[in-house]
């Protein structure tokens, strides 16, 4: 079990202090005594600046995790690249499909920039998985997520292209982190697309760790239905987390319900916070 990490929050939504830059997206840097990660790059060169004026060198983290292909995720790995030329990239195989989303009706492209040969020229070396996965012996990649509520769907409005067609994009290559600690369960989301109970009850059965020490990212129920939010807490109730940090899409009725529910055990934290165990 790892006894000390420390999380912070790269890119997200929200920023409080005035040296750093928030944009739609997340990138969390991950220290621990088994090596320090990234989860997820944000979408541009963000994630950079605010390391700097953070004091995170980013030299010494040659592992980026990619929890899914959309860009507010993945594109900074380009710019991550062009300044460090070397990468391990550890994501799901689906990971360059050409991904779009229906907004006011009309199809927007949302996948990665950036093609995977050009990554590999400046310094990617990727690495596919779709099984948990252990970056470290307390480190694991939970793999595709198996989705066994029945209240935790995809949006419909996600789209993938295969050759002319568009089809519904099921988004299995959403992955999330599972750190095993001394203190419980962490699970870090990205977007949180396969829901966040069939997420930490995937890192349940894989670990078989029943405490759950915090649940941390983004829960994509900004859109969510009223019926969806209720029934969310509800199961949140009942797997009892010591904390909870919801960020980037989570949205402001869910993390309103968490606050009535949990109350100090929410943590709302911005870009430069640091989540610390």
Request: glycine fraction near 8%; charge should be negative; proline fraction near 2%.
């Amino acid at each position: 079990m790892i006894k000390n990490v420390t999380i912070t929050i790269l890119v997200e939504n929200r920023v409080a202090r005035a040296n750093l830059i928030a944009e739609q997206g997340l990138s969390l840097h991950i220290e621990s005594p088994e090596g320090n990660f990234l989860f997820d790059t944000g979408q541009s060169d963000v994630f950079l600046h605010n390391a700097q004026h953070l004091g995170i060198d980013l030299a010494d983290t040659h592992t980026i995790v990619l929890s899914h292909g959309h860009y507010d995720h993945t594109n900074g790995l380009y710019y991550y690249l062009k300044k460090f030329e070397h990468a391990r990239v550890v994501a799901h195989y689906n990971l360059f499909h050409k991904k779009f989303k229906i907004v006011n009706g009309e199809r927007m492209f949302v996948g990665i920039a950036h093609e995977e040969d050009e990554l590999k020229r400046l310094g990617a070396h990727f690495e596919y998985v779709s099984n948990p996965h252990h970056l470290t012996e307390n480190i694991i990649i939970s793999g595709e997520i198996h989705r066994i509520t029945d209240f935790e769907t995809i949006d419909e409005q996600y789209e993938e292209r295969v050759l002319e067609s568009y089809i519904p994009d099921e988004l299995h290559d959403d992955m999330a982190l599972y750190l095993k600690t001394e203190k419980g369960l962490v699970v870090l989301l990205g977007c949180g697309h396969s829901g966040v109970i069939n997420t930490i009850k995937q890192g349940m059965r894989h670990t078989g760790m029943q405490e759950i020490y915090a649940v941390m990212g983004g829960m994509h129920l900004a859109q969510a239905t009223p019926e969806r939010i209720h029934k969310t807490v509800n199961a949140l109730r009942e797997l009892n987390p010591h904390y909870i940090v919801p960020l980037h899409c989570t949205g402001f009725r869910m993390i309103n319900q968490l606050f009535n529910e949990f109350g100090d055990r929410v943590r709302l934290l911005n870009v430069g916070d640091q989540f610390t165990i």
